[in-house]
Each structure stands twice: as structure tokens, then as C-alpha cells.
């Protein structure tokens, strides 16, 4: 009778694929070094003083900058949308080459336990374009549309993103 290995947390661990997650961020850091990736991806929590979200003033309390750079697929998709409120951006993204070293909780907001986000807390990806000559820059505020994917045979995470109506101001103060 043949053995057959069963996937447990401990026989990830010691997998060839494992062994090779830091190779291939320092691989995709490459890309940021000469210019590639141009752009900064971080996981925004804020907390509202009212005790839950939406109910009075909303403070950052953790930015997490996704490093190393990942990959964000063509914005082009996003497109500006005419509302009583004046122009709004709509539509996704696909952020892929998400480091492996990430958890899926990590990735989706929550504590390492998987606890859901807190009622007075807000999570969410931003995207940012840094401007060349140093002034503050749009920061484009999306959810995450689903779970995140991982592909182990790319060693990389993968999330779809929906654009949201709120960025952040360019200070980075919540709107």
C-alpha cells in the first residue's frame, strides 16, 4: 500500500515551495528597485470614535504597507462615474504577487485568530501613484470583492479588489 502525505500546517512548512518564498520576494523587490512597480498597495484599518463604523470621526490607526511591492493589474478598468456628489471612480482590480510570507487573515484584515473585524473598525486596500515631484498623491480606497487566493505553485497570494467612493484624503487623513 502506498503512503500518501496528508497537508497539515507542519508539512507546508518544510515544503521545497515554502523554502522558496523569500527568494522570490527578494526576486519581485527587483522590480521595485529599477522602477517597475511604481506605485505603493498598504491595508488601511481605521477606527470610528462612535463606537461603530460610520458613527463619528473616523483616525488611521494601522497602515501596512504590502512589501514587497506586489502586482496591481491595469487600473483602466476603473473608470469616473457623474454623481450628485460629482465624479466618482468605479470599478476593481486584480492586486496579484502578494508575498507568500502573508496569512490569509493578514490579507483580509483580521488578527491572526481569524476574529472578525471589530464593529467600530473599518479595513481596507489603498492604492497609491507617489507623485515625482514629492506632493501628496491620490490614494484610492478598494474592499476586497473575495477570499484571497493563493497559488503555491507562484509562491504568491492573489486579491480582488472594488473600487469604493471614499478615498482617503491625499494627507492620508480619513475622509
Known amino acids: 500500500m502506498a503512503k500518501f502525505t496528508e497537508v497539515t500546517a507542519q508539512q507546508i512548512k518544510k515544503t521545497l515551495a515554502r523554502k522558496f518564498v523569500p527568494l522570490a520576494d527578494n526576486l519581485r523587490n527587483l522590480l521595485t528597485k529599477f522602477g517597475l512597480r511604481t506605485y505603493k498597495v498598504s491595508i488601511i484599518r481605521i477606527r470610528w470614535t462612535g463606537g461603530r463604523r460610520g458613527v463619528g ?64 473598525e473599518e479595513v481596507f486596500y489603498e492604492i497609491e501613484f507617489p507623485r515625482l515631484d514629492g506632493q501628496p498623491s ?13 497559488n503555491a505553485g507562484s509562491l ?11 478615498d482617503r484624503l491625499r494627507t492620508g487623513a480619513p475622509e
Open 57 to 120: 470621526i473616523a483616525e488611521v490607526v494601522l497602515v501596512t504597507p504590502l512589501l514587497p511591492t506586489p502586482k496591481v493589474a491595469d487600473l483602466s478598468s476603473i473608470s469616473e462615474v457623474v454623481q450628485a456628489v460629482g465624479l466618482q471612480e468605479d470599478g476593481g482590480s486584480e492586486v496579484s504577487e502578494i508575498s507568500g510570507r502573508y496569512t490569509e487573515e493578514e490579507l483580509r484584515g483580521q488578527n491572526p485568530a481569524g476574529d472578525d473585524i471589530p464593529r467600530d
Open 138 to 150: 491620490i490614494k484610492r480606497r478598494f474592499f476586497i470583492r473575495s477570499a484571497p487566493s493563493y
Open 156 to 166: 504568491q497570494w492573489s486579491v480582488s479588489l472594488t473600487k469604493t467612493n471614499e
